[in-house]
Nanobody
Framework: QVQLVESGGGLVQAGGSLTLSCEASGRTVISSYAMGWIRQAPGKEREFVAAITRSGGGTVYADSVKGRFTISRDNAKNTGYLQMNSLKPEDTAVYYC????????????????WGQGTQVTVSS
């Protein structure tokens, strides 16, 4: 059972920053999984945000967040991160951490394991 727990969401003004964390718990060894962040705004479908390879050597971003968001991971701490800068109101969504034992994917369909999500709200 892969267990992922997100934290770090909240309310921030436009232009501000937040860092989301995704901790793997239980028997989950996060270094065995590529990780991704996916978000879902009210009334919209899930949208890929960013992904990182198992080693952390490769990353990919959605065009909408490129240059503002940074995905990273610390396998020794069994934790992944999403640093979000220059936040915009359109970044408001529930952010999910996801994992796959396969190569990372830029589609939400590429992930088998999901956390419960954390709300990010950006006010204008």
């Amino acid at each position: 059972q892969v267990q992922l727990v997100e934290s770090g969401g909240g309310l921030v003004q436009a232009g501000g920053s937040l860092t989301l964390s995704c901790e793997a718990s239980g028997r989950t060894v996060i270094s065995s999984y590529a990780m991704g962040w996916i978000r879902q705004a009210p009334g919209k479908e899930r949208e890929f945000v960013a992904a990182i390879t198992r080693s952390g050597g490769g990353t990919v971003y959605a065009d909408s967040v490129k240059g503002r968001f940074t995905i990273s991971r610390d396998n020794a701490k069994n934790t992944g991160y999403l640093q979000m800068n220059s936040l915009k109101p359109e970044d408001t969504a529930v952010y999910y951490c996801a994992a796959t034992p396969r190569f990372y994917s830029n589609s939400p369909l590429g992930y088998e394991h999901w956390g419960q999500g954390t709300q990010v709200t950006v006010s204008s």
